[in-house]
């Protein structure tokens, strides 16, 4: 799932904060035709991993403007921002690329082109694309900096033979679960047995859940307030519950899950209901041949709202371009025919949600109906400078509950102190960006 890490050198970040006001930004074209006849060749850097996608992308792209050369360079994930950043800070960042790990510094720092002349030139609708994804990545201050091609989407999969025999009703689509009564579900679903071969589990435990749940869950609406969110009642119980579904053998444990992964395992008609990404699981549980079908995540309470965190690979144009015009044309075009070619290269879903319906993504597959219908509940969250970096304090609380090193509420009461110091510490950082 790319949803990302932001870590980066001090030296490096304190560069960038220095050169942040050291030229201004090229304007963006305020009008359809955004490039000439002048042979230019823009620099692409991207993650690992889009052998299928990139190639035919740009050779549908070069054949459509024959005087641009698309010359794409692949980083591992893991590397991305560290080489971004060390280019930013020597004046030589790529024409294009992505923007990584929810709304990002280099948008308050002015290295990257707002679009919106472009949006508006080019006739695009970003109400038509998943608000979700948009918000977290690509709106910033009522500016749009960035486009993408795909929709990715963390749901709640499920094995609808398993329900069947177990006489069970399937998950809505779009009303979600509370977290206790997931736990229920997933224990009625539960067929317990002393050959490891032949135990089938209700459901997952994703571990510490603050991945795919709402952010107000574990912080204040301002983004600013760790303790009282990660350590109230409600969060406490909810950690408490997930821990006692591995505890009680009705979730696998990381032990039994060496090697298989949790898709497999679904796949596999060895466990009936998983927390996972739709990239993953649709693709595996098609080529399965089961009966699978998808629900958005289960919520901490009754009365929240449904909450799907969705993501997509958030291209967007570098300040230090020597050509933004010719860039934005390639936003443009990954934004526009950049999301028919998804579903041909891979059948992934559109960030474009109205090319996804008129293109029949779902066709006569209930599973991927029900996916369609649980993804488009995404919406914006609240922001919180470095959400990902700061949560390891999160993941260990979840552990220590599980292993019963501590009670529920010492472990997520130290947690909520420790996530609190990194995420003062992350508003200082941000705030610090000009």
Same mark, same amino acid.
């Given at each position: 799932?790319?949803?990302?890490? *932001?870590?980066?050198?001090?030296?490096?970040?304190?560069?960038?904060?220095?050169?942040?006001?050291? !030229?201004?930004? =090229?304007? %963006? +074209?305020?009008?359809?035709?955004?490039?000439?006849?002048?042979?230019?060749?823009?620099?692409?850097?991207?993650?690992?991993?889009?052998?299928?996608?990139?190639?035919?992308?740009?050779?549908?792209?070069?054949?459509?403007?024959?005087?641009?050369? *698309?010359?794409?360079?692949?980083?591992?994930?893991?590397?991305?921002?560290?080489?971004?950043?060390? !280019?930013?800070? =020597?004046? %030589? +960042?790529?024409?294009?690329?992505?923007?990584?790990?929810?709304?990002?510094?280099?948008?308050?720092?002015?290295?990257?082109?707002?679009?919106?002349?472009?949006?508006?030139?080019?006739?695009?609708?970003?109400?038509?694309?998943?608000?979700?994804?948009?918000?977290l990545y690509c709106l910033y201050e009522n500016k749009v900096y960035c486009l993408g091609s795909y929709t990715g989407a963390v749901l709640l999969f499920y094995n609808k033979d398993l329900f069947d025999k177990a006489s069970v009703a399937y998950p809505s689509a779009t009303e979600p679960m509370t977290i206790e009564e997931y736990a229920a579900l997933a224990a009625k679903l539960t067929q317990k047995d002393d050959d490891p071969a032949k135990r089938i589990w209700g459901g997952h435990s994703p571990g510490a859940p603050y991945w795919f749940m709402d952010w107000v869950v574990h912080y204040s609406e301002d983004g600013r307030k760790a303790v009282g969110y990660v350590n109230d009642d409600d969060t406490i119980r909810m950690y408490e519950t997930l821990a006692k579904m591995e505890q009680d053998g009705v979730a696998p444990a990381g032990s039994d899950m060496q090697t298989l992964s949790i898709t497999d395992l679904l796949a596999q008609g060895r466990i009936a209901m998983a927390i996972t990404d739709n990239f993953v699981a649709v693709d595996t549980l098609e080529k399965a041949g089961i009966r699978w079908g998808a629900a958005p995540p289960p919520v901490e309470k009754r009365g929240d709202k449904p909450f799907v965190i969705t993501w997509t690979d958030a291209f967007g144009v570098f300040s230090g371009t020597r050509h933004p015009n010719e860039a934005m044309e390639f936003v443009a075009f990954l934004g526009t025919e950049g999301n028919a070619l998804r579903m041909t290269t891979g059948n992934a879903l559109p960030l474009n949600m109205k090319i996804a319906e008129e293109s029949n993504w779902a066709g006569a597959s209930e599973g991927r109906q029900e996916t369609l219908a649980a993804i488009q509940l995404a919406r914006p969250t609240i922001f919180v400078p470095g959400f990902y970096e700061i949560a390891g304090p999160l993941v260990d609380a979840y552990a220590a509950i599980v292993e019963k090193q501590s009670s529920p509420k010492q472990a997520m009461d130290e947690a909520a102190a420790a996530v609190q110091d990194g995420l003062d510490k992350q508003w200082e950082t941000w705030e610090a960006i000009r």
């Open positions: 799932m790319k949803v990302g890490k *932001l870590a980066s050198a001090v030296c490096v970040f304190a560069a960038l904060i220095a050169s942040a006001c050291a !030229a201004p930004p =090229a304007a %963006a +074209p305020a009008d359809g035709a955004l490039t000439t006849a002048e042979k230019v060749t823009l620099n692409l850097w991207v993650f690992e991993g889009e052998e299928a996608f990139l190639p035919e992308l740009k050779k549908q792209f070069e054949a459509k403007h024959p005087n641009i050369t *698309l010359q794409i360079t692949e980083i591992p994930e893991d590397q991305y921002t560290t080489k971004i950043d060390t !280019a930013l800070a =020597a004046g %030589a +960042p790529p024409d294009i690329g992505f923007v990584y790990g929810g709304i990002n510094r280099w948008l308050k720092a002015g290295k990257m082109l707002p679009l919106d002349d472009m949006v508006k030139s080019k006739g695009i609708n970003l109400e038509d694309y998943n608000q979700g994804a948009m918000s």
